[in-house]
C-alpha cells in the first residue's frame, strides 16, 4: 500500500483503532500520554533562568548538569535526553537550531514551537543568525559573537540569557515572568516588559 | 577509537553514505569535511545511524565540535561560530 | 588575486586525498576560488586529474536543511501556533510507542527523511510524523497492509 495519503486524520484513526485492537496503544494510555506533555512549558525553563540569575551555585549546576538542574526544580527528567544549557555573556549570544529535524527541549520548553520547525529557521540559523533573529527584531552589538548550536544528537539545548539591567532586586517568581519561550533558544533577549 | 581531547582540530570525514543506500545520518551535510575543534565530550550514545534501522547499537562517544563557519559558506560573515554534536566515527585528527 | 575558473583542472596531489565535492548540496553557483591549487610535496607523488567539482554535487539528502540556498529566503512566522488535536495525538502515539519499545524517534527520524522531497515539504510536521509511524508499524510487522487498508476505509 502506497502511504500516499495525506489525509493524515484518516490514516491518524486507523492507525489508533487497529493499536488499540492489538493491545498496543489504548486511547488511555494517548490521552495520558498528552497531559504529560502538556505539564512542559516555557515557564519550566523560566523557573530555571531565574534561579540561575539569583543564585550563582545553581547556576553553575545548570552549565554543568541541566538535567539535575531541572530535577531540583521538580522538573522530570526521567527518560528525557539529557538537557544542555548554553551561558550567554557580555558579548556571547547563542541561537539554537535543528537543522536536521527539531529537537527541542521539551522537557523544559514544551513543544517546539512552529517556526523552530520551518524550513526557513532550518536553514538560516547556521548560516545567518543575525539575519534571522531580526525576524523577531532582535539586534545584538556588533562585537558580540554568536555561537549557533546544531542540535544533532542525544542533547537538547536551552539558552541560559542575560539577565536584563533593572532587575536587580526582583523576585525569583517576577524574574521568571520576563523570560519567554523566544529567549531560551536565542531568538529573543528578555526584556522589561 | 581514539578519544579527543578538548582542544584538540579534528576533521569531518567527507563520506556520504546516503550516497550507498538507506541511511541515517545526524552529521550535517555543512560540516562533512570540514575542520573544527573539539570542546568537550559529551558521553556515549546509542549509534543512531542503527538505532534508526532496528540494528544492535553500541554507544559510541559523542563530541561537541566547534566550527568556523567562514571557510563552510564563504558568504563573509564575521562573528558567528557553529557547535555541533559530532559522533566519533565522523571524526578524524586534522 | 582570484584563481582562474577552470573547467577541468590537474593538479599534482597526493595519493590519499580525496576529490572534496563542495559541501553546499545545491546548485549554487559555482565557484573554484576556495581551492587554489597546491605544490606536491614529493615529485615522485602521481599526478591526479580532478574533474570540476561542479560535476560532483554531494548527495545530500533533502531534510538536511541547514545553510541550504534555496531556503534562505524563506521568511520565518514567528507567530504562534497552537497545536490542533490530531498534532497532539501524532506527537503523544509517538512517545507511547516509543515508551513501550515499538518504535524508536530515530525509527521515525529515518521514516520522515525517506518521504519523498515534494511531499516532505508539501506535508504538514505531524502529518509527517503519521506517516512515518504507520510505515514504520507496517514495515515492522506490528500491522499487515490489510489491516490498515480495512482500517482505512472505516475511519
Redesign the interface.
Known sequence: MMLQETDGERLLVAVRRLLEAKGIASTAEIAERIAVTDRASPGQGARMVARAWTDPDYRALMVEDGSKAAEMLGIPMRGMPPLGVLQNAPGLHHLVVCTLCSCYPRAVLGYPPYWFKSAGYRARAVRDPRGLIAEWGTVLPDDTKVTVVDSTADYRWMVLPLRPPGTEDWTETQLAAIVREGDMIGVTVPKLS | MATFAPGTRVRVR?D?P??RG?????????????QGTVVRA??A?KN?ED????RPAPPRA?YHV?FD?E?????G?K?????????EQWLEPA | MAPPLFTTVALVAKPEDSIRPRRLGNNAARDESDRPPRAAESPNQPTRVIVARMDQDPPRAHHDMGGVPKYLCEPVDIEPHALTDFDKEVDALRGVLGAKGVMTVDELRRGIEAIPEADYHRLTYYRRWIRSIADNLLRKGVITEAELAAAMEQA
Do not use: K, Q
Open positions: 567527507n556520504w546516503e550516497a538507506p541511511a541515517h545520518i545526524r552529521t550535517p551535510h555543512y560540516v562533512r569535511g570540514a559529551l558521553g550514545f543512531p538505532l534508526a534501522f532496528a559523542l566547534r563557519p571557510p563552510i559558506w564563504h558568504d560573515r562573528g558567528n561560530d557553529l557547535l555541533v554534536e559530532i559522533f
